[in-house]
């Protein structure tokens, strides 16, 4: 019949989110829950964002179908049943997805490909959802995809429940409390594998003293401390917690046995020349911070962009440095 023939479709984009405070470790692997707060910084999607189509339709092969930047994917049938309520519709489900950005690059892709898909799927059911709601769904797919279903300054907060539903992320600020804050992000070039993010974290959490410390003593304290720098746009206390924050979760993953190594030498040499900076200038103007690779994300003032965007790409750019040129450039116009 004409039904038949229909497609159904609701097509999305979101944003990649840097935390500046790190979720690393599950309290709970089935349900995704942390074990500490985390907080980010959600990025602009003229920059950067997944796109994503979702259809269904009677016309389709009766499997459901993933496909990423043209490459079909595997369905893990754990992460779609987490999906807005899919089995509403007896149809099979076709999900398209793409990134605006390299995959090869190495950056987190996956907080903004989860965020995208769950939003896509329950607007293709009709399900009108909070972000609330939305972010709570896309924790269980992958923990960092819940923030990014907010813009601007978003936490994550543990939550105290044995079923997850206070686990979700929430947004402190929105983009424009803050409009003059920029990321420069560093790609380093040849790229080795790394240890996958929920691999690694369970690691540190069955071998490190120095999470648990990081855990129940630091994050809590640095949680506070950076929503109060936020609030008072205060740069210098931001930058500071984001760079500690950034050391202190590398120093878990030495922690862990056998040790996690992301940073690199050329990582080290960001580091330095950041920390070079603000001494020179005499003030904090740049913050660095690393997820689970090498490539470094850079936070600045929009006011210092000739200062710190300059002297970072003209001495890390030179070819022989190790990092690809020229970066993505005034990527966190955060929306
Ligand atoms: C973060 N990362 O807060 C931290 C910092 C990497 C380092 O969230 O197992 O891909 O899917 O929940 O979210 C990367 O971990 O892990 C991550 P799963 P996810 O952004």
């Known amino acids: 019949s004409t039904s038949n023939q229909s497609v159904y479709r609701a097509t999305t984009t979101a944003p990649v989110n840097i935390a500046v405070i790190k979720y690393w470790g599950k309290r709970d692997v089935t349900l995704n829950l942390p074990t500490n707060s985390s907080l980010s910084v959600t990025l602009s999607q003229r920059s950067l964002r997944t796109l994503t189509t979702a259809s269904c339709s009677a016309n389709y092969p009766a499997e459901d179908t993933l ?3 043209g490459q079909p994917q595997e369905i893990h049938p754990s992460r779609m049943a987490m999906l807005p309520s899919p089995k509403l519709s007896t149809l099979p489900l076709r999900i398209v997805s793409e990134n605006n950005f390299p995959t090869a690059a190495g950056l987190a ?12 799927v329950a607007d293709l059911y009709s399900l009108p959802q909070s972000a609330r709601e939305l972010s709570r769904i896309a924790r269980q797919g992958s923990g960092s995809a819940c923030r990014s279903l907010m813009g601007g300054y978003v936490a994550w907060r543990t ?8 686990s979700l992320a929430e947004e402190v600020a929105p983009a424009a409390h803050w409009p003059e804050m ?11 594998k790394d240890v996958p993010s929920t691999e690694g974290m369970q690691t540190t959490v069955h071998t490190s003293d120095l999470f648990d410390h990081r855990a129940k003593n630091v ?4 949680m506070a401390a950076i929503e109060a720098a936020i609030q008072a746009r205060d740069f210098h206390k931001f930058a500071e917690i984001t760079m500690r924050d950034s050391n202190t979760f590398h120093a878990t993953c030495l922690d862990s046995w056998p040790p996690i190594f992301y940073m690199n030498d050329v990582s080290r040499a960001a580091v330095r020349l950041v ?3 603000n001494r020179a200038v005499g003030r904090t103007v740049a913050a660095y911070t690393f997820d689970a690779g090498p490539n470094a994300v850079i936070y600045y003032e929009e006011k210092d962009e000739a200062l710190v965007a300059g002297t970072v790409k003209a001495i890390l750019g030179a070819s ?5 040129g020229p970066f993505y450039e005034k990527l966190a116009n955060v929306t």
């Open 109 to 120: 892709s996956s907080a903004a490909g989860f965020a995208a898909l769950v939003r896509a």
């Open 182 to 192: 920029r990321a420069l992000i560093l790609v380093v070039s040849a790229e080795k």
């Open 67 to 69: 496909n990423l930047n």
């Open 320 to 324: 022989a440095s190790g990092w690809e």
């Open 219 to 222: 994050v809590p304290e640095r």
């Open 159 to 166: 939550g105290e429940l044995a079923d997850g539903s206070d």
């Open 275 to 277: 920390h070079d900076i």
